[in-house]
């Protein structure tokens, strides 16, 4: 399958994984089932590993790591900086607020080389833009970490048009990440276009609406008490209930197209730009292999545009995050 390019240096399959889910965020996994399911996924042809500093936090690197470290010819890893993480007696623990100050992008990006075990992160991440560090500051900082040769590639995460295009004019970006689906197109107003016009590739997380456009998830009691899924405004009883009418209509139409839900909502991801990689999360290797067989699927622009119709942002109920997340993103 051909693959995709993210800036001009990376190539990768046209799916991606993204890995917090093994240990963050929905309840993680036992590690030797995430292990299985990250060494499918290198046989499946995958080459793009996303993590971050924050999934654990540490954990997640650690076990990307431990997976990925006897392959690593084989594969492209992704992880990101920017949240606070402060040292408890507890361990590690993020605390409210975002950090890019030069200093701090140098010692976290020399923390995640130690957990990941690797000698070069290939694509490094600003996890969210800090308002109170000029991103020219940020993106120079992240620069001389490329030309020490620790960093091959610098991507962005949840950035707006004009950050993008500040960052690019200091170091070239390889991508910009961001959540983009059926049922989030924030990416639509502007920052698509601006990554086509600078040759910048745009991964989406989420891509399946963090599992609800699967049609899998019909209830809140479906999710476990820790699954911070239950803190977003989309997965509350009554707007999930509402969406549920969305969802419905894309297994109808999937149905129709012998497909399922699931492979037709990330397909139409992909279909929105050959410069587009997106991250679906997977636990299980039978998640993840319909992922991949996803990329296979070809839509005509008719059925682009229909499917696209199904699903759109005005008829979901309940914003992507609460206030707090939302204002750090498109920054």
């Known amino acids: 399958m051909k693959s995709r390019k993210l800036g001009s240096q990376l190539s990768v399959f046209p799916v991606g994984l993204g890995c917090m889910g093994m240990s963050h965020a929905y309840g993680g996994q036992d590690e030797k089932d995430a292990i299985r399911t990250l060494h499918r996924a290198v046989e499946l042809g995958v080459t793009l590993f996303d993590t971050a500093e924050v999934y654990g936090p540490f954990t997640n690197e650690v076990l990307v790591g431990k997976a990925l470290r006897p392959l690593r010819d084989k594969v492209t890893i992704a992880t990101k900086f920017g949240f606070n993480i402060v040292e408890t007696n507890e361990g590690p623990k993020q605390v409210p607020g975002l950090s890019s100050r030069p200093e701090h992008v140098r010692a976290a990006a020399e923390g995640s080389l130690k957990r990941l075990g690797i000698e070069v992160i290939d694509l490094y991440y600003q996890h969210r833009v800090d308002p109170e560090v000029p991103i020219e500051d940020t993106v120079g900082a992240m620069a001389e970490l490329v030309r020490e040769g620790k960093v091959r590639a610098l991507g962005l995460s949840e950035a707006g048009v004009a950050t993008i295009r500040r960052a690019h004019a200091v170091h070239p ?80 139409f999937a149905a129709d197209k012998g497909t399922t839900a699931a492979k037709l909502a990330l397909a139409w991801v992909l279909h929105q730009g050959d410069f587009i990689v997106p991250i679906p999360g997977s636990r299980k290797i039978a998640n993840l292999e319909a992922n991949v067989e996803a990329a296979g699927i070809v839509l005509s622009a008719a059925e682009s545009a229909e499917i696209g119709a199904l699903i759109s942002p005005d008829q979901i109920a309940g914003m992507r995050y609460k206030d707090e997340g939302m204002a750090q993103t498109n920054r």
């Open 173 to 252: 970006i390889a991508a910009v990440q961001s959540e983009y689906s059926l049922w989030t197109r924030d990416p639509e107003a502007g920052v698509l276009d601006v990554c086509r016009e600078l040759g910048i590739g745009f991964v989406p997380f989420s891509p399946l609406g963090r599992g609800f456009l699967t049609g899998a998830i019909k209830s809140t009691d479906q999710l476990g008490e820790n699954d911070f899924r239950r803190g977003l405004p989309r997965f509350d009883a009554d707007n999930l209930e509402r969406n549920l009418a969305a969802v419905a209509r894309l297994e109808a």
